[in-house]
């Protein structure tokens, strides 16, 4: 620890991210990313762009891009934001938005950036925890904003569970709530979870954010972007050009526009995961593992009878990398990536020699 580090920084805990291996032949299902390369539109896109004019500064406002955006939700520009991965947008989000005099809510197991955020920027919290069953309970979040909230926020389908709510849970959480912000983080929506994008137009304080990391297989370009009213998004420009008022470079401008363009080659690929994941779900369940209802691109799953570190452990030793987490509540499970049908069968393998030795 540094003499010279601010008090903010030594009493930091940062995020801790899924591990990047610098080793050939791993099968990698530790990070949700898509087993399957982006449209070759984007990488044509991408190649096109890389020339004289990288010496040249971006697009600050990436307008193209959220034109682009703009037309494939039926919005206007200005209820459009983009960043560096939705990570950056959502760092944003806390800030601008989410920093308010009473507590903000999310659940209390979520995405594990949330927390950091809040250390980062000073914001006050409170954890809500799931149910038994993990699920979010919209219970919890009905009419907080007279009463305990200054905010809300929490995945949709919630990581690293993988549960989903339908839209009208979602709308009844916002409905209840009309003078404080309520942020919905879709990352994963596109695997079979429905997006609140659709009531953006009747709901004031309502933000959504998504991601080109996971449906759009471009995790690797770092693009998010976030939609919501005109005032809201102005919050997060606001900050943006604060902090970096050029956020998205030459070719991540010109390979997300190209990925957004291509909707059909997303929503196919999209839905060979699903197909993958529900063929997943049902040979661990043969295993005798529990497996939560998953909306995402991933399933998290506990067998009765093994601690999931060791499963984790077992895994590694066959080039096979899964999510472990330390979480009390959730110590057990494992977050498996679906990956594609031959890496799903070598982590079937190696998991039935595990469990049926």
Known sequence: MSQFWSPVVRSLQPYVPGEQPLVDNLIK??????PYG????????????????????????????????????????DQVFVGN???EVLAHTFFALLNQKRPLLFPDLTYGFYPVYCQLFGIKHRLVPLDEAFQIKISDYMGQGDQQAGAIIFPNPNAPTGRALPLSDIEAVVRANPTIPVVIDEAYVDFGAQSAVALLGQYPNLLVVHSMSKSRSLAGLRVGYALGAPDLVAGLERVKDSFNSYPLDRLAQAGALAAVEDTAYYEAASQRVVATRDQLTARLQGLGFEVLPSSANFVFARHPEHQGKKLADWLRERAILVRHFKHPRIEDFLRITVGTPEQCDSLIKALTECVRP
């Open 29 to 34: 299902l530790n990070t949700n990313e898509h």
């Open 38 to 77: 982006p449209s070759p539109r984007a990488l044509a896109a991408i190649e096109a762009a890389t020339n004289d004019s990288l010496r040249l500064y971006p697009d600050p406002h990436a307008g193209a891009l959220k034109q682009a955006l703009a037309k494939r939700y039926g919005l206007s520009v």
């Open 85 to 87: 991965g939705s990570d």
